[in-house]
């Protein structure tokens, strides 16, 4: 411990906090609990990932070997928590095993001469640690599967989205933001992280302690911010259906007049009935009321009228809003007591909203009105 340097100890820190998150994620009641167990596993690898465990356990140990494997679960893990997430009815299956290939080629690779040789020949190989095919090997190895699965998380989460809007009307859509800034966190860290290895192989060794250090630093604001996002926002994750079918993928051929008539049917529902002021409202909801089959309904709204549902009933949440705003009788109410009234659940998305339907803040609007 007397060589104790600046990146282990925040590594430290990093470590003991993605613990302690990882065990009240894995322990809390929630309806996400199948997501949660994913999220704690993750949060365990990362913080066997920041920690140098040099540290604590002789270097001839197996353990440490190991450990430096198990960095090749990691973009696995989070993008099955990536999947879990985005989709309600995502199940772990059989097929899932093949993320775990890299984790086995890499202890395979490492067998011969790390996990089979006794410890006088561990230290002669760990005199010339990075030049070792093995270690080359790793390196090259978890960077090529960072980013397959940072692509991948991404498609994931596009697909998920456009789902989500066709169907769904709640605020939830901050899920699908905090993945994306989760997903983009994560590259950066990966990308330092290969900067770092390239100064280690190709430059100064100042600056692979520098890079290192840096390194170390994101990492731990990582972990915090991630840390105040889940207690700040317990219950933001709801996921889709995967099997909804995306409208431009639904062959549907109506006559002008009846999608006339259902549309103004729709509308005069909506004037009348305000359905969107159920936070969470979603097509399905909306069909059952209005008697109509959800597919039609669907594809009624992002055809014929162009629009996703998602805008479609925050256009009406939006008129209501304006309508408040405008009433001498609601002068007293706050802009946050009236988004919660018009169905929004988030004050970022509803001054989104807000400003995309009529140029302005509800502030602005509220004076100028």
């Not at 080359?136 to 090529?144: A, G, R």
């Not at 990308?191 to 390194?215: H, P, R, T, V």
Request: proline share 2%.
């Amino acid at each position: 411990m007397e060589n104790l340097e600046a990146s282990d100890l925040i590594g430290i820190i990093s470590s003991s906090i993605s613990l302690l998150l990882a065990f009240f994620i894995f322990s809390v009641e929630s309806t996400n609990k199948f997501s949660n167990k994913i999220f704690a596993a993750y949060l365990t690898l990362s913080a066997f990932e920041f920690t140098s465990w040099s540290l604590f356990i002789d270097i001839t140990s197996n353990i440490l070997i190991f450990k430096s494997q198990l960095s090749h679960l990691l973009m696995p893990v989070f993008y099955l928590y990536i999947l879990s997430v985005c989709y309600s009815d995502f199940k772990l299956k059989w097929k899932h095993l093949w993320h775990m290939l890299p984790y086995i080629a890499g202890n395979l690779v490492m067998l011969p001469r790390f996990y089979l040789s006794n410890s006088s020949e561990k230290l002669a190989l760990y005199e010339n640690y990075n030049e070792h095919f093995e270690i080359i090997y790793q390196h090259f190895s978890l960077h090529i599967q960072f980013v397959i699965y940072l692509i991948i998380g991404f498609i994931v989460l596009k697909r998920a989205k456009k789902i989500f809007v066709e169907n769904y009307s709640s605020g939830t859509i901050a899920t699908y933001n905090w993945l994306f800034q989760l997903l983009l966190f994560i590259g950066v860290l990966y990308s330092l992280a290969l900067i770092k290895n390239l100064f280690k192989y190709f430059g100064d060794s100042d600056y692979f302690q520098i890079s290192e250090i840096i390194l170390s630093g994101v990492t731990l604001y990582f972990v915090c911010w991630y840390v105040l996002k889940i207690l700040k926002y317990p219950n933001l994750f709801k996921g889709v259906n995967s099997k909804i079918e995306l409208i431009k993928n639904l062959d549907q051929q109506q006559n002008q007049g009846e999608n006339q008539e259902e549309i103004n049917q729709l509308s005069t529902f909506m004037v009348a009935h305000k359905p969107y002021l159920n936070p969470s409202l979603s097509i399905r909801n909306l069909a059952e009321e209005i008697q109509m089959n959800p597919r039609d309904l669907s594809v009624l709204i992002n055809q014929n009228l162009n629009q996703h549902f998602f805008d479609f009933v925050n256009e009406y949440r939006i008129e209501e809003a304006k309508e408040m705003l405008k009433n001498p009788a609601k002068k007293e109410f706050t802009v946050l007591e009236i988004l919660y009234e018009v169905g929004f659940n988030s004050k970022s998305s509803f001054n989104t909203a807000f400003k995309k339907h009529t140029g302005l803040t509800p502030t602005q609007f509220r004076k100028t009105a």
